[in-house]
């Protein structure tokens, strides 16, 4: 029996993990890892909630999210290839081709 | 404290399978569509430059050309 | 009151004149605008005529209702037209002068190239003096009264590149704003006690009431009030210093408004409310004494002026202050008496001014004049008439209706006959040496034309060149002839209390206190005395100008010269004028440049527009950050607004 709250603080970890990730690191792959990782963050939240309530649709929505992390993944790492390509660095803030 | 008691979804396929195709039909469509949509555009954005020009310049002559789909000439 | 459907033709007609000239009048021929100003001015004047051969006291006072105006509740006011006696009196006066003006002005402002704008002005100027005069409510009046005023700038600026007249134009219709403001008040105060504008009503409502012996009250405000407007738009103290200025304007600009008619709205005014003014005893004191006051010291300023129109200006103002005392006197009929004779003299005056200035090519200043009376005798001969007439010498008209008022006025205080009696020398003194600066001796003209090659007077001039005086052309003439003939009789019409009698059902409280006043003062053997008095002193007036302007010509400039500051003082007319724009003119036009300009134009309005667009420079500036080109920096605001967004989610869930 673990309380409800442990898997929620687990998933709010992850969750913040995953934005710290994503604000500070300069890599290009690591902030893709943690979009990731913010996603499965919330996939454990919407588990928990399921199992708690009995609520099957909960595992389902896990199911649909990780199906469009998948298809983000693919996309981003496409464009990965492709600055990389361009650019030759994998450091983020060497693309600035958008600044006006 | 509330309690999440392990092991207290059965995760009968059946029931599964009926959220997936009964009640969630319509994200799940969606959902396909969007895979396919995003490997069509990884593929797209991961190529080599010249291999998505080269249909238009014909560079190395047409009996270099990939087939990207199957003509049936290659059966003679 | 019987109704009578001509009345709102009278004024319609000369607008009509207007607005065809006007719109018109640019591409027609002079002839065309000729015809059409004197054929509308004079169907009114014509008009005028037949309502006064069939007007009878019996059946007077005649009215009509033009149309409904406002309507406020109980309060209401309408386009109504009124005749009683004192209305066919000014509207005989007002189209006859100003027909004969019209008349002349063809000659006078022929070669002008605004000459179709002049006569469309001078008929909009008919129009809405005739709308003074026949008004029926205080509110209708007051449009006549502000549109003269309006015709009143238009004239006076009529040579509108000439920065003088520009200037004197907008001193005028800003001197006569702010009599006016007196006059509104006075309105509001009717409306709101009397509940009406129209005569009859105030007058029958304020006919019950007791005279305010105690000095305060609301008919002694309402008279006062009223004396304001009447002092801005007649000229008196302290609101007659546009009058002069108001010479920039073509002379029979001069003679018609600033003579003959616009000036006497006041006085007619005045009369018009006599039954409050009876009532209100201090108000009448105050009507009194500033009209004596004025008529004696603009008499003053007359005797050391130069220009001929100037003389003439303070004359206007200072004979209206003969008005002014005796209506203040409650000789209401004596004061509309006089204002009849000035209108035939001084307008006579002022045209023969304008006749030798056309003649002598635009000079106005009497230095340069001089023996014109060789080279146009009908202009001397009939200014010789109206100075006549204006010094008060019998049997000229100009006698009758000065005595009239002097006797009045001996009857309310001897003060104001002595003050009276001493304008009068003066009047007779200045008048005579105009004549004989103008006419006698020899021209002192030549010798100055010469040198100066070119006259500057307004593009009226012959252009230089012309260098013999001339008579005027005899449309220019045949007016002064009328008037002439008009300043020599139209005094007998006020013989044996005639005229009295026939403006008694108007002034039916004024006539009671008249009465009673002419049998306290006693016999007829002191009005004989006082009568010869005043022609003596005519007299007295025009030896001394003869003494000193013809037999010795160079005694005035010595007796100048010895009085020296005084001279001074008086030459520049007590130096009023910069004492106005010390007292008025500059504080207000610094307070409009400091505060209203700068602060509250430049510092509110123009700020708060600029401020608002320079805080969307700086915010725009701020912005523009967000787009950096940095992919991190779109993260972390990505990031940011995720946590604002989530925030508020829990926030409304929490509440």
Known sequence: MIPLSYYLLLSGILFACGVLGFLIKRNIITIFMSIELMLNGVNLSFVAFAAQWHALSGQVFVFFVMVVAAAETAVGLAIIIAVYRTRETLNVDRVNLLKL | ?76 | MTPNPYLWLIPLLPLAGAAINGFFGRRSSKKAITTVALVFCGAAFLMALLIAARFSSASAPYYFNLAHWLRAGSFQVDFSFYLDQLSLVMLLVVTGVGFLIHIYSVGYMWDDDGYYRFMSYMNLFMFFMLTLVLAKNYLVMFIGWEGVGLASYLLIGFWFTKDSAAAAGKKAFIVNRIGDFGFLIALFLMIKHFGSLDFTRVFTAVRPLSPETAGAGLLTAIGLLLMVGAAGKSAQIPLYVWLPDAMEGPTPVSALIHAATMVTAGVYMVARSSMIFERAPMAMMVVAIIGTLTALFAATIGIAQTDIKKVLAYSTVSQLGYMFMACGVGAFSAGIFHLMTHAFFKGLLFLAAGSVIHGIGGEQDMRKMGGLRTYMPWTFATMGIATLAIAGIPPFAGFWSKDEILWRAFGASWVYWLIGVITAFITSFYMFRLMYMTFGGEYRGAAAQEAHGHNAHGPDNHGPGHGEPHESPWVMLAPLAILAVLSLVGGFVGYGNRFEHFLAPVFRGATEVAQEASSEAGDSKLEYLLMAVSVSVAGLGWLLAYLLYSRRPQLPARIAQSLGGLYQAVAHKYYIDELYAVLFVKPLVDGSTTILWHDVDQGVIDAAVNDSADVARHVSDNVRHMQSGNLRSYAGWVAAGGAVVIAYMVWMGVR
């Open chain 2, 1 to 76: 404290m509330q309690m999440v008691p392990i092991g207290a979804l059965k995760g009968d396929p059946g029931d599964i399978a009926r959220l997936l195709f009964h009640d969630f039909l319509l994200p799940f469509e969606v959902t396909s569509v969007l895979i396919l949509i995003a490997i069509m555009g990884a593929v797209v954005l991961a190529s080599r430059p010249e291999a998505i020009a080269r249909p238009h310049h014909g560079t190395p002559g047409p009996q270099e050309t990939p087939e990207l789909v199957a003509t049936g000439k290659d059966h003679r």
